[in-house]
């Protein structure tokens, strides 16, 4: 099956800064990619995800890149502010295994004011 | 559209005691998923129905949790006898996706915070 490891489990950066989060995948079949948010006391929602055809997404201040040879793809959040606080979960989706994710550990983003 | 709703939001009860978790998925999607978050393990997928049918519950941890869903508009994860290692928050998420089909965003719920003592 599909294995996701993601890093750094915890990242501080101050506001205004860049933020780099990063995942790799195993399973080569894997074709998509969505990286959901998740604020404290509330369910995770997607913020961007990308699709194995194209190697980088954007939107605002946030983009994606991904690696297929590499099996890796990050997140970019670039001049972070307070309210990007929050945790950051990666998942891979092999389509013939239905629509099962395999999330990543998350990563804990604290943006300093 | 109101989202994935789920209740009750948050549940304590005795070790032994009988818990019961609901979902309302998204109307429309066709793929409803039951995940458990805790700090130990993340986020664990504990079982996927496709038009209402149980595809992969190789995730449920024991014969104590059952997950039904009985029509498109409704599901219910069950865990008979409770135990305190069940402590999580557990989550309905739902799909518009199909098999085969590239797009396939997944809906989360705000969770059921369940303690057991």
């Known amino acids: 099956g599909e294995n996701v490891e993601q890093h750094p489990s915890t990242l501080s950066v101050q506001e205004g800064d860049s933020a780099v989060i990063k995942c790799t995948y195993s399973d080569s079949a894997s074709n998509y990619f969505p990286w959901y948010k998740q604020e404290l006391g509330k369910g995770p929602q997607l913020i961007i995800d990308i699709r194995s055809n194209v190697g980088e997404k954007k939107d605002q201040r946030i983009a994606v890149t991904l690696n297929k040879t590499a099996k890796h793809f990050s997140l970019h959040i670039t001049e972070t502010q307070p309210e990007d606080s929050a945790v950051y979960f990666c998942?891979?989706?092999?389509?013939?295994?239905?629509?099962?994710?395999?999330f990543g550990s998350g990563t804990k983003l604290n943006v300093k004011p | 559209d109101a989202g994935v709703i789920q209740s009750p939001r948050h549940e304590v009860t005795e070790m032994g005691q009988e818990v019961t978790l609901r979902c309302k998925p998204i109307?429309?999607?066709?793929?409803l998923f039951w995940y458990r978050q805790t700090m130990m393990r993340g986020l664990e997928l504990l079982i996927y129905f496709n038009n209402n049918v149980p595809i992969d519950d190789s995730g449920m941890p024991e014969d104590r949790f059952s997950a039904k869903m009985p029509n498109a508009s409704f599901s219910t994860l069950k865990i008979q006898p409770s135990e305190p290692r069940d402590s999580a928050v557990y989550f309905c998420?739902?799909?518009?996706?199909?098999?085969?089909?590239?797009?396939?965003?997944?809906?989360f719920g705000p969770g059921t915070r369940l303690t057991v003592l």
């Open positions: 998420a739902s799909s518009p996706g199909h098999a085969g089909v590239a797009y396939n965003e997944q809906f």
């Open positions: 109307s429309g999607h066709n793929s």
């Open positions: 998942a891979a989706l092999n389509p013939y295994n239905f629509n099962k994710f395999y």
